[in-house]
T-cell receptor
Framework: EAQVTQNPRYLITVTGKKLTVTCSQNMNHEYMSWYRQDPGLGLRQIYYSMNVEVTDKGDVPEGYKVSRKEKRNFPLILESPSPNQTSLYFC???????????FGPGTRLTVT | RKEVEQDPGPFNVPEGATVAFNCTYSNSASQSFFWYRQDCRKEPKLLMSVYSSGNEDGRFTAQLNRASQYISLLIRDSKLSDSATYLCVVNTGGFKTIFGAGTRLFVKA
């Protein structure tokens, strides 16, 4: 089954404790992206990747890092989480930039 | 001004009604356009792509007006199952994806 998976689905952590949210897709997609969704603001793009080793900032990259060492994986790293990073996070992939994006089920992160 | 703007609604309509959503975008270099549907904080799913010539998928019709920089979605014969948030999505010339904040639709029996 074609899918995008994210782990963990739910995470409660404390300020400053480094964490990684994993994202994996099995569709051999080149384009992958991370978004955060906050009430009233919609989805905002954090980082995107056009292919392996090619990443770039979206609209809200501050406080986040990404890497794309393999085509299927695109982890999101929060080196020092803060409460304002409490949000619902989605990973997505697509065959190319102008194509439909397939989303993972989301990761609900709470930073206390 | 937001890059992609939508009326947040909510739109409350009876079953069988026709409802239209509009979305405007500010970047004239934008390349591709979509409508996604999102149910109750679940992952967004593609409803349809939007083309300049207009396109239809069953009860749903999407239009793109590049000159005026807006996108529309028309839903005919609304069903209870159409209740959701509809997201306007624009891919800009800089390889970024911009989502509108979404329009909430409630279809009542």
């Amino acid at each position: 089954e074609a899918q995008v998976t994210q782990n963990p689905r739910y995470l409660i952590t404390v300020t400053g404790k480094k964490l990684t949210v994993t994202c994996s897709q099995n569709m051999n997609h080149e384009y992958m992206s991370w978004y955060r969704q906050d009430p009233g603001l919609g989805l905002r793009q954090i980082y995107y990747s056009m292919n392996v080793e090619v990443t770039d900032k979206g609209d809200v990259p501050e406080g986040y890092k990404v890497s794309r060492k393999e085509k299927r994986n695109f982890p999101l790293i929060l080196e020092s989480p803060s409460p304002n990073q409490t949000s619902l996070y989605f990973c997505a992939s697509s065959a190319g930039f102008s194509y439909e994006q397939y989303f993972g089920p989301g990761t609900r992160l709470t930073v206390t | 001004r937001k890059e992609v703007e939508q009326d947040p609604g909510p739109f409350n309509v009876p079953e069988g009604a026709t409802v239209a959503f509009n979305c405007t975008y500010s970047n004239s270099a934008s390349q591709s356009f979509f409508w996604y549907r999102q149910d109750c904080r679940k992952e967004p799913k593609l409803l349809m792509s939007v083309y300049s010539s207009g396109n239809e998928d069953g009860r749903f019709t999407a239009q793109l007006n590049r000159a005026s920089q807006y996108i529309s979605l028309l839903i005919r014969d609304s069903k209870l199952s159409d209740s959701a948030t509809y997201l306007c999505v624009v891919n800009t010339g800089g390889f970024k994806t911009i989502f509108g904040a979404g329009t909430r639709l409630f279809v009542k029996a």
